[in-house]
């Protein structure tokens, strides 16, 4: 199978207290939401959707990583996975997702 599009959705969660996590912000429903809307439009084939464990910028999560584009978004949340999906489907990167630091 050849895939256009590998995603990493970070489900890292750790006990509350120190670092914040993605897993703790729902990262989990945004895998499900990114999942279903690939689905959903027919793009199984093209593009692997991932959980992950920690992709670094933790306080600025949920977080998702786009290869082979190198597309890194931060504050992700289930409503996301429509644009997230348009993206993956051919179109622009979500600006107001991408991470800037």
Known sequence: MLLRHHVFVCTNARAEGGRPSCGARRSEA??????NEILRRGLGADVAITHSGCLGPCWDGPNVVVYPDGVFYTGVNPDDAAAIADHLAGG??????????
């Open 30 to 35: 945004v895998l499900e939401a990114l999942t």
């Open 92 to 101: 622009e990167p979500v600006a107001r997702l991408l991470r800037t630091r």
